[in-house]
């Protein structure tokens, strides 16, 4: 099916006519907008020439696939390229941008501003978390990371590198003069009917200013417990802990492991207007309604610990720490806690029984850890395989090093097709596990206990992130590789029943 759109953008979005198919001398396919005037279509057919063959389409799906067919201008076009002045002034750049301008409707046909553009769609329409602009000595390279890993975008001439550094800076309303210390921004953009909030960060390097597009989808900043995906016992566990009136509930992980979207899920499920619901973080990345968000800013003094220190004055019910990352913020959130307080927080440890070990290790009494700490939770995103090419494979070595040497199922490997742009992988999926502190944990860890205890008596009925892990390359829902890649396989116990039969939403 073509998808290439014959009609101005302005006037699709506008009217709520699309072209589905170009089609031939026949006819062509165009849909009509739910509630849109079909007084249009007449415009249409004289424009086009050919007669119309109309398909009706509710508004949401008409808005998705407006937002797709308009996304789809490459970012490597020869066009857009060639057409830059090496010598260009960067006059035409610094213009009045709106608080939030649709990527799609930009009139302008300066080609830095259609690429830029071009750029940031693409990111958005393939479903990347980060754009990555790399000016080197004789290339300008544009990466995405997809699904967590790297891929390349576009190779530009190194050129235009000042250009396009500068228009996004100006897009952020950053100071495009100082290229020396590092800056950090936003920028508010709309694709058709999807909002985004783009994250800037700039970074001074040999080869020009380095430029990092944090890509946040708001409808992701929406998701329920239940749309996690987690395992049913450790959701259990986690909605369990979130009604407790006080105590610490923390989420451990890497960077980009999903910590924030479970807390923000969490705090979904609190925010019924029952409570007053504060955060303090480090960008505040998605706004919910009903909950106060402070956001850090460490140049004026306002760290973890201040915010913290400070919202604790707001009479709040339940409050939310971005990061635990110092004693003092660890201190404050104890206290918290003892005092009726439900503290939410992530840790970056590489496994949950880690959390208490970091905690210890800030200064932490063992007997206010125990009497505090109500859950621990860890986890990991691993690359889904797409289901409509992935394909069984052998069970070599690989597959008996993640499975086990009796392991007899099948386990699939990556292939590639034309929907899932030949990775073999589409969305990822989340794979967890939860440390309940009950009264064993309680009483190792008021003595003192090392990890290896703790998480002997912690796993002994539950599922470690391994076992998770092994689960889901036995359900076909990804390959012994990204179980590898994310989790430690070497000193995991064999998977437990309750690991074998987790079943995982998108994430």
Do not use: W
């Not at 035409?92 to 302008?108: C, M, Q």
């Not at 590092?182 to 694709?191: C, E, H, K, L, T």
């Not at 106060?292 to 709040?316: E, H, S, Y």
């Not at 932490?364 to 939770?377: C, D, I, N």
């Amino acid at each position: 099916m073509s998808t290439a759109p014959a009609l101005p953008y302005a006037f699709a979005k506008r009217h709520g006519v699309l072209l589905l198919d170009a089609g031939d001398d026949t006819g062509i396919a165009v849909a009509l907008r739910e509630g849109a005037d079909p007084v249009a279509l007449v415009e249409v057919r004289r424009v086009l020439g050919r007669p119309l063959s109309v398909q009706p389409l509710a508004r949401a799906v008409f808005d998705r696939r407006l937002s797709e067919v308009y996304a789809d201008a490459g970012i490597g076009d020869a066009g857009t390229v060639d057409a830059l002045d090496a010598h260009g002034s960067l006059d035409s750049l610094v213009e009045d941008i709106p608080a939030t301008a649709d990527l799609l409707e930009n009139h302008d046909d300066a080609p830095i501003i259609r690429l830029i553009n071009g750029v940031i769609a693409e990111g958005a329409r393939v479903g990347a978390s980060d754009i990555h602009i790399e000016p080197f000595e004789s290339i300008l390279r544009v990466r995405l990371r997809v699904d967590g890993v790297m891929r390349e975008a576009a190779r530009l001439p190194s050129r235009i590198a000042p250009l396009l550094v500068s228009r996004v800076k100006v897009m952020a309303r950053l100071d495009i003069a100082e290229k020396r210390v590092p800056q950090d921004g936003r920028i508010s953009v709309a694709m058709g009917a999807k909002a985004l909030d783009v994250r800037v960060s700039t970074l001074p390097a040999r080869g020009g200013e380095r430029v990092v597009l944090r890509i946040l989808d708001k409808d992701q900043g929406t998701l329920t417990l239940e749309q996690l995906g987690m395992p049913p016992a450790v959701q259990a566990s986690f909605a369990k802990a979130l009604q407790v009136p006080n105590g610490i509930v923390l989420v451990t992980g890497p960077t980009g492991s999903g910590k924030t979207t479970t807390l923000y899920a969490g705090l979904a499920s609190l925010n019924d207007g029952s409570r007053n619901i504060l955060t303090v973080e480090d960008p505040v990345e998605y706004a919910i309604d009903g909950v106060g968000q402070t956001q850090v800013n460490t140049k004026v003094g306002m760290t973890f610990a201040a915010g913290l220190r400070a919202i604790l004055r707001q009479d709040p019910d339940v409050v939310m720490v971005g990061e635990i990352r110092d004693p003092e913020t660890a201190q404050i959130a104890v206290q918290a806690s003892l005092t009726g307080h439900l503290v939410l927080s992530t840790v970056h440890t590489n496994d949950a029984v880690g959390a208490i070990t970091r905690l210890r290790d800030m200064g932490m009494e063992p007997f206010l850890l125990a009497s505090t700490v109500r859950l621990v939770l860890a986890q990991r995103l691993v690359r889904r395989l797409c289901p409509h090419c992935r394909a069984p494979r052998e069970n070599d070595a690989l597959v008996r090093q993640v499975m086990g040497a009796d392991h007899h199922g099948t386990v699939y490997r990556a292939a590639g097709c034309a929907r899932c742009n030949h990775t073999g992988y589409a969305g990822r999926l989340g794979v967890y596990e939860a440390v309940v502190i009950g009264d064993t944990l309680r009483r190792m860890i008021g003595d003192n206990a090392d990890e290896d205890a703790l998480a002997h008596a912690a796993f002994s009925r539950t599922a470690t992130l391994a076992a998770s892990a092994r689960a889901a390359v036995a359900r076909g829902d990804t390959t012994p590789e990204e179980a590898l890649r994310v989790v430690r396989q070497d000193d995991a116990p064999p998977m437990t029943t309750a690991a074998s039969d987790n079943s995982h939403a998108r994430v």
